[in-house]
């Protein structure tokens, strides 16, 4: 009885309606960047570029910020 009282609620109010919107919109967000994340990773101009990058960052050559920018760049203009 108390199950259904609180669907009665949270229907009338649009409040399961408005949290199932919000769960689908942060699945799709977290796909997406799952995805991008695997495909960066797996990129083998990337792959190949991010041992230096990262030797680069951590001897203060570049910053994070220049060193992703470059890994980006990589990713974005040269194919697999």
């Given at each position: 009885e108390k199950i259904k009282q609180y669907q009665l609620l949270t229907n009338k109010n649009e409040y399961f309606q408005k949290n199932r919107k919000n769960q689908a919109e942060y699945w799709l967000n977290e796909t997406?960047?799952?995805?991008?994340?695997?495909?960066?990773?797996?990129?083998?101009?990337?792959?190949t570029a991010m041992e230096n990058i990262k030797n680069q960052v951590l001897k203060g050559e570049i910053t994070p910020f220049i060193g992703a920018d470059i890994l980006m760049q990589h990713f974005l203009t040269s194919k697999k």
């Open positions: 997406i960047i799952n995805e991008l994340t695997t495909r960066f990773e797996k990129h083998e101009t990337v792959k």
